[in-house]
């Protein structure tokens, strides 16, 4: 009987232990993504910076079909996940959303519809991938003034050309100030 209470007492101690070092270690890897998605957001904006600062909003439009599926794959590279944006309108197709972003997508737009300021809506979850851990975190993009310019409602003529150029089959136009433009997504295998 002792012999039981005393299994019974380390199996509960150990399934504790184990919980508490996933939950540290699911911390740690959020703190990573954040910091991912800074060094990829910094790099990105500054080549629109210089894209726009070269040229305009077309030279930036541009920029962005060359640069950010680049510097996603530099960020993914150097920290071992794979990085990216997705959208509920995606503009290049290549960044569509799988059903996971897809279904927190659409919780950010509820909980942004609640109040949550979007600057704050993020998720992340470890779920099983044909059969393997993996760690799935997304943070959203919030419509700022100056991508009303190639993502607004009223784009001058020469953007839409570009971008019919670019993105036949473009989808992300008509958003408005303070909309989710869609979010930065990271998958990363779980050890």
Same mark, same amino acid.
Request: charged letters at 20%.
């Given at each position: 009987?002792?012999?039981?209470?005393?299994?019974?007492?380390?199996?509960?101690?150990?399934?504790?232990? @184990?919980?508490?070092?996933?939950? /540290?270690?699911?911390?740690?890897?959020?703190?990573?993504?954040?910091?991912?998605?800074?060094?990829?957001?910094?790099?990105?904006?500054?080549?629109?910076?210089?894209?726009?600062?070269?040229?305009?909003?077309?030279?930036?439009?541009?920029?962005?079909?060359?640069?950010?599926?680049?510097?996603?794959?530099?960020? @993914?590279?150097?920290?071992?996940?794979?990085?990216?944006?997705?959208?509920?309108?995606?503009?290049?197709? %290549?960044?569509?959303?799988?059903?996971?972003?897809?279904?927190?997508? /659409?919780?950010?737009?509820?909980?942004?519809?609640?109040?949550?300021?979007?600057?704050?809506?993020?998720?992340?979850?470890?779920?099983?991938?044909?059969?393997?851990?993996?760690?799935?975190?997304?943070?959203?993009?919030?419509?700022?003034?100056?991508?009303?310019?190639? %993502?607004?409602?009223?784009?001058?003529?020469?953007?839409?050309?570009?971008?019919?150029?670019?993105?036949?089959?473009?989808?992300?136009?008509?958003?408005?100030?303070?909309?989710?433009?869609?979010?930065?997504?990271?998958?990363?295998?779980?050890?």
């Amino acid at each position: 009987m002792e012999f039981q209470m005393k299994k019974t007492i380390l199996i509960a101690l150990l399934l504790a232990f @184990s919980a508490l070092a996933q939950a /540290n270690s699911e911390q740690q890897m959020i703190q990573q993504s954040k910091q991912s998605i800074k060094q990829f957001a910094t790099q990105l904006k500054q080549k629109l910076q210089q894209g726009m600062q070269a040229g305009g909003p077309t030279a930036a439009i541009q920029v962005c079909n060359t640069a950010a599926a680049e510097i996603a794959k530099q960020v @993914s590279e150097q920290q071992g996940w794979k990085i990216a944006r997705t959208s509920l309108k995606v503009r290049n197709s %290549h960044n569509k959303a799988d059903a996971w972003e897809t279904t927190v997508l /659409n919780d950010f737009e509820q909980r942004a519809k609640q109040g949550e300021a979007i600057k704050d809506l993020e998720f992340s979850e470890i779920i099983n991938k044909q059969t393997k851990p993996v760690f799935r975190y997304m943070k959203a993009i919030p419509t700022q003034g100056i991508c009303l310019s190639c %993502h607004g409602d009223k784009l001058a003529p020469a953007i839409t050309e570009k971008l019919q150029q670019l993105y036949p089959q473009d989808q992300a136009t008509g958003f408005k100030l303070g909309d989710i433009r869609g979010a930065f997504t990271i998958t990363r295998a779980v050890d």
